[in-house]
């Protein structure tokens, strides 16, 4: 038995942080949402009026950019709670763009690379996998038919309190997904060791007790 790296890799919203964050706390390991770690810095961005293609702003905004979690898994930039406006649709709609920018992404891997140094982390993302831990224990590609995904969404978004309609959701997920899948820096592809779950039809339970099963064959023990 050992500690291990978890990379959870997938589309938009077919349930990653869902899944990261049960295994997490069935191991006793940290969760690492590395999505949101893109969206504070389009936070950031939006709010100082950056554009993703300027190149100098965009690196000397890097320098000031810290990002950080919480207990309950919050995001925190520069120390500020912004777990909810990261959520929200006007970020979503730009934060691929955002993250398509290799000196952005260069910034977050190394952030990324250092919370993972002492092992014991699920991180969910595009990249974890292929770029930010190829040598992971376990990769997991996660996957859900694209009307199942933007379905979810919508409903999770309108229990929060955010009115949107599933066409706009499913518009935005495209567009996501190409942009995310289509970039040169790092594009979202499955790693060749990864194992893949499909989630359109299988509950939460049975897809964390699947990656538990994974967990354990990669060397984790689990604390159920
Ligand atoms: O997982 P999410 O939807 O919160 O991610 C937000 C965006 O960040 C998504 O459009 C792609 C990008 N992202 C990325 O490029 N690499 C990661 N490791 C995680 C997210």
């Given at each position: 038995m050992q500690d291990i790296i978890i990379a959870i890799d997938g589309h938009s919203s077919c349930g990653k942080s869902t899944l990261a964050k049960s295994l997490a706390k069935a191991l006793g390991y940290t969760y690492i949402d590395s999505g949101a770690m893109y969206r504070a810095v389009t936070l950031y961005f939006l709010r100082n009026d950056i554009?993703?293609?300027a190149g100098s702003r965009v690196d000397a905004a890097l320098q000031d950019i810290h990002i950080s979690f919480n207990k309950r898994n919050e995001t925190l930039l520069n120390g500020e709670n912004v777990e909810e406006e990261i959520r929200q649709m006007k970020i979503s709609r730009y934060v691929s763009e955002v993250a398509a920018v290799p000196s952005v992404r260069k910034a977050m891997v190394q952030q990324q690379q250092r919370m993972g140094a002492g092992k014991k982390i699920v991180m969910d993302g595009r990249?974890?996998?292929?770029?930010?831990?190829?040598?992971?224990e376990l990769k997991i590609f996660l996957t859900a038919k694209k009307e199942i995904r933007a379905r979810r969404r919508h409903t999770e978004l309108l229990e929060k309190g955010y009115e949107s309609s599933v066409e706009e959701v499913m518009e935005n997920l495209q567009h996501r997904d190409h942009i995310d899948s289509t970039r040169?820096?790092?594009?979202?592809r499955q790693a060749a060791d990864a194992v893949i779950i499909d989630?359109?039809?299988?509950s939460r339970e049975e897809q964390l007790a699947r990656a538990l099963e994974l967990a354990r064959q990669a060397g984790a023990t689990d604390r159920l």
């Open positions: 554009q993703a293609e990249d974890i996998g292929t770029v930010v831990f190829p040598k992971a040169e820096d790092s594009p979202l989630n359109s039809v299988l």
